[in-house]
């Protein structure tokens, strides 16, 4: 491309406003949950206090917040690990032809395109049928998979469509057993993005909702909860709530750029050891 | 290691199977079994009948809804597809160092990584009556009355609609613009195309692909959508996936089952349309 042209400034103020409108809102309510105690859901601001935030740890105000994190918590981290290992087992599956593969891929689109509130519904009806409890980390679990597993295994798809596959047969031709290739060869080479699909499995688990609705049972995730509060809580607590989700948010995003990031340098420095062996 | 490759091939697919069985196939199969039965006040009995599809097809409000999903799918995709081109655009082509081109774009998808839910409740104190964007206008003199469709209308929601689902434009296409062989564009300008002329001519059609990707999410996404709508409308508008829910909080299982088997084979045939035009293993 020339030299900055014309058009490289008007497309880089059309990409700030862009970022703007997406980030934008977002710092708003970080702004107004500072509101005084007097203040409303809207500016001006009534001075700034701490007094939404303080109000968040008094669970009787506004509801069971504090069990509802630690719920969806927990059923991040156990979506989190199902995704990595079930997205790993699946992509090496997809690394060759077998018959069915195709159905089963398209099953995986499937997954991926059928509106949540089908699989909330459908769920739901199941477990009623059968007379199970519906609860979150179970039929909840469950439903949540068929979000995140396809955002997995695409993943596992691309990498492995990259995956140079002289590595393998190097180790093999140095007698590594298949269980030593897989371990030692392909999920080092692989690992960071096994990361990235940690994160996507994590955050669309912490935040889903629709799929969850109907699945979740008696207690509430935290989505659920943040979203019964908007029908009943008209004071910036909620903006309180939304401004620390979002925090949290960012620092498990940001712990996984990082873990991915040191591994990027890591790899760097003590790439390849090739000519050093004696 | 097995001999037989199909064998090793399920064995390692197997958790994924059968998750999808249980979560994915069951479920539809549910829903489709219950949209045939029968519903009291109270209960859900298992006796064949067609009256929640001749209600459904009977009443007039189902037309009203599926044409309003319809409308928000269509504006929402167009402008997601305007602003996620330019932005892929300019981050594949107007950004040269490489490190600076993957902080802009991890910028982007970053907030698809955080709560819908909170991302829609942030709109409410610049929408509002006495939000920020009516307070500016009148400052300016714009208006003298504050605005009162600028929340809870269809402009709030395709407003949110847009803002939820841009990235999942921008993501596919850059992925495909990276791909684009420079030398292409080179060809282009040595033979005289002006910058116009190449990104019409040469740079939009090899990126289909990623704009074919970006369409079925966006789609899928706003088809399927109950909660934007009922939100962001304060429950005045209504599309297809509303009349589910709500029938799911009036317990009238078998009419929302029915109304999901119309809105699944909607979306199918959307996507079915959508894939004749994209490999999407080809694109991994």
Redesign the interface.
């Known amino acids: 491309m020339e030299k900055k042209s014309k058009s490289f400034y008007v497309l880089t103020a059309f990409f700030g406003l862009f970022i703007l409108f997406l980030y934008g809102p977002t710092l708003t309510i970080g702004i107004l949950s500072f509101q005084g105690p007097g203040g409303g859901l809207t500016f001006p601001m009534q001075g700034t206090s701490l007094n939404w935030f303080r109000e968040l740890f008094q669970e009787q105000a506004v509801g069971d917040i504090w069990g509802s994190f630690r719920r969806s918590f927990a059923l991040g981290l156990m979506v989190m690990v199902t995704t990595v290992v079930v997205s790993v087992m699946g992509g090496f599956a997809f690394r060759k032809r077998f018959a069915g593969s195709g159905i089963l891929f398209y099953l995986i689109i499937a997954s991926l395109v059928i509106p949540s509130i089908l699989i909330s519904l459908g769920v739901g009806l199941i477990f009623n049928q059968f007379g199970l409890k519906i609860h979150w980390a179970t039929s909840g679990f469950g439903s949540q998979l068929t979000w995140t597993l396809p955002f997995g295994l695409l993943i596992m798809f691309a990498v492995f469509n990259r995956f140079d596959k002289s590595f393998e047969e190097a180790a093999r031709d140095q007698g590594a057993s298949p269980w030593q290739t897989v371990r030692y060869v392909v999920l080092p080479i692989i690992a960071p993005s096994l990361i990235g699909v940690g994160l996507f499995g994590f955050t669309l688990s912490y935040d889903e909702f629709a799929r969850t609705l109907l699945t979740a049972g008696s207690y509430n995730t935290l989505p659920l909860e943040i979203f019964g509060m908007t029908t009943n809580v008209t004071t910036p607590v909620i903006y309180a709530l939304g401004t620390m989700t979002t925090l949290f948010s960012l620092l498990i995003i940001g712990a996984f750029l990082l873990t991915v990031w040191v591994l990027g340098k890591r790899r760097a420095r003590f790439g390849s050891d090739a000519g050093k062996g004696v | 290691?097995l001999k037989n490759?199909?064998i090793?091939?399920?064995?390692?697919?197997s958790?994924?199977?059968l998750?999808?069985i249980?979560?994915?196939?069951?479920?539809?199969i549910?829903?489709v079994v219950?949209s045939f039965w029968q519903a009291t006040e109270f209960s859900i009995i298992p006796a064949f009948t067609l009256e929640n599809y001749e209600f459904l097809f009977g009443s007039p409000v189902t037309y009203k809804v599926f044409f309003a999903t319809f409308k928000y799918a269509a504006i929402t995709w167009a402008l997601t597809l305007l602003?996620g081109f330019?932005?892929a655009?300019?981050?594949a082509?107007?950004i040269?160092n490489q490190t600076t081109q993957i902080a802009?774009f991890?910028?982007?998808t970053?907030?698809f990584?955080?709560?819908?839910?909170?991302?829609m409740?942030?709109?409410?104190?610049?929408l509002?009556r006495?939000?920020?964007a009516n307070?500016m206008l009148q400052s300016w003199g714009v208006i003298d009355q504050p605005l009162e469709w600028l929340l809870y209308s269809d402009f709030s929601v395709i407003l949110a609609f847009v803002?939820l689902y841009?990235l999942f434009m921008v993501v596919p296409i850059f992925n495909t613009m990276t791909r684009i062989d420079h030398s292409l564009i080179e060809a282009a300008r040595d033979n005289g195309a002006s910058?116009f002329q190449t990104l019409i001519h040469v740079i939009l059609p090899l990126t289909k692909p990623g704009i074919m990707i970006g369409t079925?999410f966006v789609l899928?996404l706003v088809?399927?959508?109950?909660?934007t709508v009922r939100?962001m409308s304060g429950s005045q508008k209504a599309n297809v996936?509303r009349l589910?829910?709500n029938d799911?909080s009036l317990l009238q299982?078998p009419s929302?089952?029915a109304t999901?088997v119309i809105?699944?084979i909607t979306?199918?045939i959307v996507?079915g349309i959508l894939l004749r035009f994209v490999d999407?293993?080809k694109e991994?």
Not at chain 2, 22 to 28: C, H, Q, T
């Open positions: 290691m490759r199909h090793q091939g399920w064995l390692q697919a958790p994924l199977t998750i999808l249980g979560f994915l196939i069951l479920p539809i549910t829903i219950v602003i330019t932005v655009y300019y981050l082509f107007h040269q802009l991890l910028l982007c970053i907030p990584w955080t709560s819908n839910i909170i991302r409740i942030s709109w409410i104190p610049f509002g006495n939000g920020i307070s803002h841009t910058g079925i899928t088809m399927g959508d109950f909660i939100f996936g589910i829910s799911i299982y929302a089952a999901a809105l699944l979306v199918l996507i999407i293993r991994l």
